[in-house]
């Protein structure tokens, strides 16, 4: 008998389930945001309000749709640090396309992606095919995207036509368009990631990439394909955003890889590749959104946003590693 | 012995989870003798220079030094006593000078604390001088020959003021000319009063340089001899002779040619045709380092070839990774199950479907149901010790963990199948399941390559048999022809009859 009990004890005692919780990433970030949502909520009475809520899913987006590009090349064992400046740099394509050039904005928008999914492409080629290290690769390109972007509009350019704007200035069942993009795009990849026998691939790239090579996965493909996603992702979002601030800025997308790297490893992502699902990044963005939105609701200093979430990154991966370590 | 005993193994056992990795072991080795250990992969050799070197604590039994009795806790304890182990890895830097190799973890230094480059330099000199080895302190490492290098790797357990050296497979990434430097340098040290534990899985040398030779097998003592009162024979039918599984297979083969390899070159292996006929089960022994594996790899475009043709069906093919091998029906399982094989942070059902994704989809789409299904039928098939199937691989067993590699090759089916060491560090009920698995698959018309260190294995396998020696194939037997001790002959580098008889 005391065997039995003890045994149902163990399974259902406080320690597991805190257990449980800590070591499922998505698990342990919806409890933070709910307890964080409730905290708002009875502090600030300005917080569940619909225009607030609508304001902080609207500033999630386009960390939400570079992020899904992201976590899939998280889960295949890599990262890829050129995203900001990529966003950057399709922004100033589709604005020049639009001001200098007079293009019709689909066609500037289609340039601008393109744009993006080439940087992909190069990157990707350099990685698989050559074999540079995805961090070197990424650290070169950040740099060179970057300055590239300061050559071809120098200060910025702020004239742009209406119908541009309007990608991000509509409305559809009364959510702003940004939000609509990024429910499709996270809904759309979340799906294939899970279902598709394609992505699928990309667990078993960052489980194993050797036993994944001999299991007939053309790895260097699929690498070259996942750098393009994400390059092809921050390409849609630079677009956005430049509609949304209806101006292309030199420095729009500086720090977003940092930021993209940080909410998918919220998320349940490991650099060693193998894990994370897009709801994952999803939740970790949101978490990072709503403490930006409490900082400025609450009128403390901005600053303390990055301490709060890293802070939080760090707690979560100590625990995580000394519970595996305990494990053994 | 008329000489002093420098060393004494008393009843050494060691026990490793599911296997005796030495079993009572007793021998001696003297002071300034060349001692040779020999005994087929799994012999017990490496863990006796572990038990040395005080890698591992022995279960029981006990370690005389010198007439002292010694306890060696750990490898600086070693090194204290006066005895190095020069392993096959290479810990050398190569972008790191001679003498900082040799002083790596005790540069000489000068009273304000910094490395004294001239005394180790003159120090390096000294050492170098001692066992005739012209290179200069100041070379960087990574420009000598590999010779050269092992040099340097026992001039640095020398500068340790050794009296025991253990060389590890001294010569496997040396060539043949290479080799005389090293035996020069053995003799020097010999006539310093040095002695040597020299291990190695080619006989030829052994005959040329020890004095003595102890063999292990299954990590029994079973006896030492003098060089000069022995045989090449004698000493290989102490190695070998063990029980043969009693079961053998009925053929499957048909005449029919599925692969034909021409010609096949590289940096690790030279000219080296065969083919592979419908339902065979066509085995590779040879030695560690042979370079069969080597040859597996090319087949499936694994690793660069300079030269060689590739035949399926009678028509040439192009394979230039592993996933046009898979498309021209070839499946490989690589020998290393953990590294190459598995996804061991993933579960059992995942592993199983990995090599077929698409055979588990519809519309691109995977179906869980299916893959579920699949995974059981195997699991029932191959009989699969598991929980359930969504365990995640690294749970299980090594003997599970093969079932689960050759689960899903059955899953991919491929016509041709290369088998990579499939039963290493596998208890031998598994072994035998692994047996029935590989033999069903020829006789529903599977052909297969057996790579095998397992000299039993290969002869209760095989329908014929390929050795190969130093990356060339040194002969072929029928199944009916091969011997243990002809196979052992033929790996150990002897072509012709009248070699085995020196």
Redesign the interface.
């Known amino acids: 008998m005391t065997t039995l009990e003890n045994h149902i004890e163990g399974r259902f005692s406080v320690g597991t389930v805190i257990r449980s919780i800590i070591q499922n990433r998505v698990l342990f970030l919806i409890l933070l945001i709910v307890l964080l949502s409730l905290f708002a909520g009875t502090t600030y009475d300005t917080f569940f309000t619909q225009a607030n809520l609508k304001a902080v899913i609207l500033n999630i987006a386009i960390d939400s749709i570079v992020s899904v590009g992201m976590m899939i090349l998280l889960v295949s064992g890599m990262f890829d640090l050129t995203v900001g400046s990529v966003l950057g740099f399709t922004g100033a394509i589709a604005a020049l396309c639009l001001d200098k050039l007079g293009m019709h904005p689909s066609l500037a928008v289609l340039i601008a992606v393109a744009s993006g999914v080439c940087i992909g492409a190069f990157n990707g080629i350099i990685v698989a095919k050559v074999g540079v290290n995805h961090l070197i690769m990424g650290l070169a390109m950040l740099g060179v995207v970057r300055g590239i972007i300061l050559l071809i509009i120098g200060s910025g350019i702020h004239r742009l036509p209406v119908e541009f704007l309007n990608i991000s200035d509509g409305t559809f069942l009364g959510f702003r368009l940004p939000i609509w993009y990024m429910v499709v795009i996270a809904l759309f990849f979340a799906f294939m990631l899970r279902k598709n026998n394609f992505f699928r691939r990309y667990y078993y790239i960052g489980g194993n990439e050797k036993a994944a090579a001999f299991s007939g996965i053309n790895v260097p493909m699929m690498r070259i394909v996942s750098f393009m996603i994400s390059g092809g992702l921050s390409g849609i979002a630079g677009v956005i955003l430049t509609a949304k601030l209806a101006a292309s800025i030199p420095t729009l997308g500086t720090g977003l890889e940092l930021r993209s790297i940080t909410a998918c490893i919220l998320g349940g992502a490991s650099l060693a590749g193998g894990y994370g699902t897009i709801l994952g990044s999803f939740l970790g963005v949101l978490f990072m959104g709503l403490v930006n939105n409490l900082m400025i609701v609450s009128r403390v200093a901005i600053s303390w946003q990055s301490i709060v979430v890293s802070g939080i990154l760090l707690i979560a991966v100590t625990i995580d590693a000394l519970l595996k370590k305990s494990e053994q | 012995m008329g000489k002093q005993s420098y060393i004494v193994f008393q009843g050494i056992t060691k026990t490793f989870p599911g296997v005796k990795a030495l079993d009572d072991v007793s021998f001696s080795i003297s002071a300034g003798e060349v001692h040779a250990i020999v005994g087929e992969n799994g012999a017990g050799k490496s863990t006796l220079i572990n038990v040395v070197a005080g890698n591992y604590h022995p279960d029981s039994g006990q370690l005389e030094i010198k007439g002292k009795q010694e306890k060696i806790r750990n490898y600086a304890e070693a090194l204290d006593m006066g005895i190095s182990v020069v392993y096959q890895e290479r810990s050398l830097v190569p972008n790191l000078s001679v003498a900082e190799n040799i002083f790596a973890d005790r540069q000489p230094r000068t009273f304000c604390g910094f490395i004294n480059k001239k005394k180790m330099y003159a120090e390096s000199e000294k050492i170098c001088e001692s066992i005739k080895l012209d290179v200069r302190p100041n070379t960087l490492v990574g420009n000598l020959i590999p010779a050269k290098q092992q040099m340097v790797e026992i001039a640095k357990a020398l500068s340790n003021d050794s009296e025991l050296l253990i060389l590890d497979e001294p010569t496997a990434t040396i060539t043949e000319n290479e080799t005389e430097i090293l035996f020069r340098v053995i003799k020097e040290l010999k006539r310093k009063g040095i002695s040597i534990i020299y291990i190695s899985h080619r006989l030829q040398e052994i005959f040329n340089i020890a004095d003595r030779v102890t063999v292990l097998k299954d990590g029994k003592y079973v006896g030492t001899r003098v060089i000069s009162e022995v045989k090449v024979g004698d000493v290989i039918r102490m190695m070998v002779g063990r029980d043969i599984y009693a079961e053998k297979y009925r053929s499957s083969l048909k005449e029919e040619k599925v692969l034909e390899v021409r010609n096949f070159s590289s940096k690790k292996f030279h000219d080296v045709s065969f083919e592979l006929k419908h339902g065979e089960v066509l085995c590779f022994a040879g030695l560690a380092g042979a370079g069969r594996s080597e040859v597996a790899r090319a087949v ?1 475009g ?1 690793d660069p070839l300079e030269e060689g043709e590739i035949y399926i069906h009678g028509t040439r093919k192009r394979i230039a ?3 046009q ?3 021209n029906g070839i499946g ?1 399982l ?1 020998e290393d199950r953990k ?8 579960a059992i059902s ?1 592993n199983i479907v ?2 077929n ?2 055979s ?2 519809k519309n ?3 179906n869980e149901k299916e893959v579920q299904r699949v995974s059981e039928e195997y699991r029932e098939k191959l009989r699969i010790i598991c929980p359930s199937v969504t365990t995640k691989v690294k749970q299980l067993s090594g003997g599970n963990q093969q079932k689960i590699v050759f689960a ?1 090759w059955l899953l ?1 089916n491929p016509e041709i199948l290369i088998v990579d060491e499939p039963t290493r560090g596998i208890d031998v009920g598994a072994k035998a399941e692994i047996y029935r698995i590989i033999r069903e698959l020829a006789s529903q018309g599977t052909s297969i390559i057996v790579i095998s260190s397992d000299l039993p294995e290969v002869l209760t396998l095989s329908d014929r048999i390929i050795v190969m020696y130093n990356g060339t194939i040194t002969g072929e037997l029928t199944r009916h022809e091969a011997t243990e001790e002809n196979i052992m002959h033929l790996a150990s580098g002897f072509e012709r009859k009248e070699e085995m008889m020196v």
Not at chain 2, 339 to 346: A, R, S, T, Y
């Open positions: 499936i694994a990774n592993p996933e091998a898979i498309e490989y690589p590294e190459q094989g598995l996804f061991l942070e993933m995942k990995s090599g994704l698409d588990v989809s691109q789409i995977i899903k991919a």
